[in-house]
């Protein structure tokens, strides 16, 4: 069971991180545009200096890998890690599409999730036959998808 952890949630709808010590949880919400890698990392700073976070290896840090902003889940991967090389923490993730689908896979055979980047829409494709698997994301053609 991951007791004391780190959460980073940047994919670039709600951003946020959240801390977990001793049973308190924290939240600090972030401003999307502001997510760059050197103001993300000393938000993180800050939250684990206030709250007196000893990190080491009975400390995970658990990332949001998506759907969102690939810069945003970089950046997350990147600074969970450095922790990882700097402090052997734990490192875990969770697809945010995915958990909110959780109650539904028993009934699903295939699942397609259309995604807005940009000026560009992408899909993925979840199947759920005898294994669960998932494509790469693929551009979709808008004109032919308005047809």
């Known amino acids: 069971m991951i007791k004391n952890f780190l959460i980073i949630n940047c994919t670039g709808n709600n951003d946020c991180i959240g801390l977990k010590i001793n049973n308190k949880y924290f939240i600090r919400k972030l401003q999307t545009k502001l ?62 599409f995915l958990l909110n689908l959780a109650n539904y896979l028993e009934d699903k055979k295939k699942l397609i999730s259309i995604q807005k980047t940009h000026n560009n829409y992408y899909y993925i494709e979840l199947n759920f036959n005898k294994k669960f698997t998932f494509s790469e994301p693929k551009k979709i053609d808008i004109d032919k998808f308005a047809k």
Do not use: C, E, H, W
Not at 42 to 71: C, E, H, L, W, Y
């Open 35 to 96: 997510n760059q890698s050197d103001i993300l990392v000393q938000q993180i700073r800050s939250m684990i200096q206030k709250n007196k976070v000893i990190i080491d290896d009975n400390f995970s840090v658990i990332i949001n890998t998506g759907p969102g902003s690939f810069a945003g889940i970089r950046t997350s991967i990147a600074i969970a890690k450095g922790l990882r090389f700097a402090k052997k923490v734990k490192i875990y993730s969770y697809n945010f």
